[in-house]
């Protein structure tokens, strides 16, 4: 299971840029075509996240669906699996989304003095 080591790195990249405050929300996006199951990352994301400055963080996940441009006649089309067929009949697909791994946002807790 990949996915534990990829959220081993989130929660690692997220703590730097916390800089020490306690992270509220984290929200990553994840493409449809990543081969990273979001499922998993949430279940490794409590596990992971003990005992850092994300323990009890609220991770919300946004599931980005694959995208191509047909190389033939220029058709956008939607994709389920990282290859497919266009309308025009051409399999010349460039991907254009859906294989992102990305951290969007993450919300620190700001102290009042």
Do not use: W
Not at 3 to 28: C, D, F, H, M, P
Not at 32 to 45: E, N, T
Not at 55 to 73: D, F, M, S, W
Request: with cysteine; aromatic share 4%.
């Amino acid at each position: 299971m990949h996915e534990l080591g990829i959220t081993q790195n989130i929660v690692s990249i997220v703590s730097e840029y916390a800089e020490g405050k306690k992270v509220q929300r984290v929200l990553l996006e994840i493409g449809k075509l990543s081969a990273i199951m979001p499922d998993a990352v949430q279940f490794c994301f409590d596990i992971c996240s003990q005992g850092t400055v994300l323990e009890n963080a609220n991770l919300e996940i946004i599931k980005t669906p694959g995208l191509a441009v047909c190389r033939q006649c220029g058709a956008e089309i939607s994709l389920e699996k990282p290859f497919g067929k266009c309308n025009c009949g051409s399999t010349q697909l460039d991907l254009i989304a859906g294989e992102e791994l990305k951290i969007k946002e993450i919300e620190v807790e700001e102290l009042c003095v």
